[in-house]
Structure formats: C-alpha cells, structure tokens
C-alpha cells in the first residue's frame, strides 16, 4: 500500500532552498538542447485548460533507457491521457503524471499520492544539469521509487542535480509551458481546475 504522502512533500524542501532568487528566473533563462543527433522517442502533451497547446519532448533513452521505456509504455497504453498537472511552482516546475489517482475527474485530495500498475523504477541519476525545460522523474525519498510521474522545469535548480532521473529535455511548447496554471503554497497544490494532459502520444 503506497503512503498518501509518497508524493506530497516531494518539492517543498527543494522549493525553500531556491529563494525567491528563483522565481525571476523563469522565462529568462536560456532553453537547453538536445544533444545533436538525438535519435529517441520524442513525447508530445496536448495539455488543455487555462494553457491550450502541444509540448514536444525528446526522451533522453541514452541517459535513462529504464525510465524512458516506462513512459513509453503509459503513453501508448493511454494511460497519462486525462491526467492533471496537481502540483506547479512559480519559477521551479509542473508536475504530473498520477495515471493511478490523477485523472482530472478523480479524487482531488488524492491527486499526487500514486505511481501506475507497475513496479517502481531503479534510479538512474546522470550529471545532467536541471535546466529550464529538463523533464525529471519524481520519487519519494528513496532514490529507487520513481514511477509514472515526472515534471518540467520553468526554470534551473541545480539542487535536484544528481538526486533526481532526468528523462527528457523539451523542444518546443515553451509558451505552452508557461501558461500552465499556477499552484498555491509551498507545495504548489493546484486550487479549481487545473490544467491536464489531454492526450500524450509517442514519435519518433
């Protein structure tokens, strides 16, 4: 039986190291590319809501081919499609991904606290920097239980370098990503409707 709060203080702790020195760092900070010849799978989010657009992101199967493959499979399973961004931090990141308890209809109080109908994943920490537009799997405090969901960087937070899986790096949707409705507090829980992932499909 998973511990509701698996997920819920996964961010505070980080999010009070960055400062409000962060939060200006949102969009002026420099996007970071796809290493050239990148030749993976690349997700695309149809997100819905307040934000309405498409956000494509090259899968970095080259520095985590356990995690990429389980996102894959969710996505062509249809399993992330519905699902709500329930946690978003000015300046830090969106989170997403609860295919167990996320669904934009389920149980609010629930959103957050669940990982899919799959074991949880080996970490697979690189030396890549969390830069604006880096995609990072989130766990509980165990390095070893990462799962289904992930998040998307507004903007550099060098803390979680080394201690998170970094899965992919976005290549456009950035004006989409921006728009993404805010969180509240220090975790960031979405109030009233949040925005969802509509539709998430995998290309290559």
Known sequence: MRDRLIFAGLFALGFAILGASWLDLNRASAETTVP??????????EVAGQANGTIRIALRDDLAPGHVERIVTLAERGDYDGVVFHRVIEGFMAQTGDVEHGQVDGNRGRWGTGGSDMPNLQAEFT???F??????MARAQSPDSANSQFFIMFAPAPHLDGQYTVVGQMLDGYDVLDEIKRGTGGN???????DRMERVTITQ
């Open 36 to 45: 050239e010849g990148h030749t993976g799978p690349v997700m695309e989010i």
């Open 188 to 194: 960031g829980a979405v109030m009233g409707t949040p």
């Open 127 to 129: 030396d890549q920097s």
């Open 131 to 136: 830069e604006r537009g880096v995609v990072g």
